[in-house]
């Protein structure tokens, strides 16, 4: 008799195996070459796939590059979401910066000096880079409407929000430049987390009592 229940499964072990090929082969590519100079034929050829397989995966060429989009995104928001009862939406975030820093998660910028200078070096990447920021701040904002109870998503929410990811976005910034001088990631993690500290303690004031959670 056939277990039904593993096919599924393994066709999600397959899906992530061909997906981290693709990533992979992408990565390598366009740090060899240049995100622009790169096809995705060249991809497709590199991961061993079709062209229409990689565009499944990947709609957007920018992602096959920044293949954590979705956690960087998310990141804020789902901080948030996870908050533990009487702890606010600031001491949420603060506490996932300070653990990002000092785990040096990619998604805040620690990625290698030849992944940030393809960055830098693509106008496409750049861009793409400061849309996953936005979306960032607007996914944030939208959690903590719903942590207040504010739906649709108003105005206090989205200056909080702004103030908040404004913090986040600052640490990535400072992990980039400080990853193009050549710093090591512990060093760059032991110099910014004092600066983030101090940017979250000015906030304590503003948004020290927001949406805390209650249950």
Not at 2 to 30: V, Y
Not at 73 to 85: D, K, Q, S, Y
Not at 95 to 112: I, N, V, Y
Not at 134 to 155: R, S
């Amino acid at each position: 008799m056939t277990d039904t229940g593993t096919t599924p499964n393994l066709r999600e072990l397959n899906k992530r195996r061909t997906r981290e090929a693709i990533s992979h082969a992408a990565t390598r590519l366009f740090i060899e070459r240049g995100f622009d100079r790169t096809t995705i034929a060249e991809v497709a050829a590199a991961a061993g796939v079709a062209k229409m397989t990689v565009t499944n995966h990947f709609p957007r060429k920018e992602d096959l590059f920044f293949d954590l989009h979705e956690e960087l995104a998310g990141r804020l928001a789902g901080a948030v979401a996870e908050r533990a009862p009487g702890e606010s939406a600031l001491a949420a975030l603060r506490r996932d910066c300070l653990t990002g820093l000092d785990r040096q998660d990619a998604r805040l910028g620690f990625s290698g000096p030849a992944f940030v200078r393809t960055v830098v070096g693509s106008p496409a990447l750049s861009a793409r880079l400061r849309e996953l920021h936005e979306q960032n701040e607007t996914a944030l904002a939208e959690a903590l409407a719903e942590a207040v109870h504010e739906i649709p998503v108003g105005f206090e929410c989205r200056v909080a929000a702004a103030l908040l990811a404004a913090v986040d976005r600052a640490v990535f910034t400072e992990v980039f430049r400080r990853t193009l001088a050549g710093e090591d990631q512990a060093a760059i993690a032991a110099a910014v987390r004092p600066s983030a500290v101090r940017a979250f303690d000015r906030l304590e004031g503003t948004l020290g009592n927001f949406a805390v959670r209650t249950s």
